[in-house]
């Protein structure tokens, strides 16, 4: 099982990206799947999720409500982080993960199962 997290950049306040979460070894539909992001000498912190099977089941960090979007394409087997109107304290390492469970969650690391590599996120002007 691999997770592959790509999207990654520099990019100004106020900026987009999205970031990629794609999977080889699973078939991601059947998994719940999370963004995570880090900063040298903080906790990894949840930023969004995506319940299995049901793409309308979603949840947010609080201050990425309103700026972030997770989706799915199961055709491609990647999940999706839309992220507008970064700010600098957006600036980290974003992680992809999966668990083999129904609902997902955004408070707890060893709730999943699988972790991607993770991309670096740099919002600077």
């Known amino acids: 099982v691999q997770l592959q997290a790509s999207g990654g950049g520099l990019v100004q306040p106020g900026g987009s990206l999205t970031l990629s979460c794609a999977a080889s070894g699973i078939t991601l539909d059947y998994y719940a799947v999370a963004w995570f992001r880090q900063v040298p000498g903080k906790e990894r912190e949840g930023v969004s999720c995506?319940?299995?099977?049901?793409?309308?089941?979603?949840s947010y960090e609080d201050s990425v409500k309103g700026r972030f979007t997770i989706s799915r394409d199961n055709a491609k087997n990647t999940v999706y982080l839309q992220m507008n109107s970064l700010k600098p304290e957006d600036t980290a390492v974003y992680y992809c993960a999966s668990a083999d469970r129904y609902k997902c969650m955004i408070y707890s690391t060893t709730f999943y199962d699988y972790w991607g590599q993770g991309t670096l996120v740099t919002v600077s002007s």
């Open positions: 995506i319940s299995s099977s049901d793409s309308t089941t979603t």
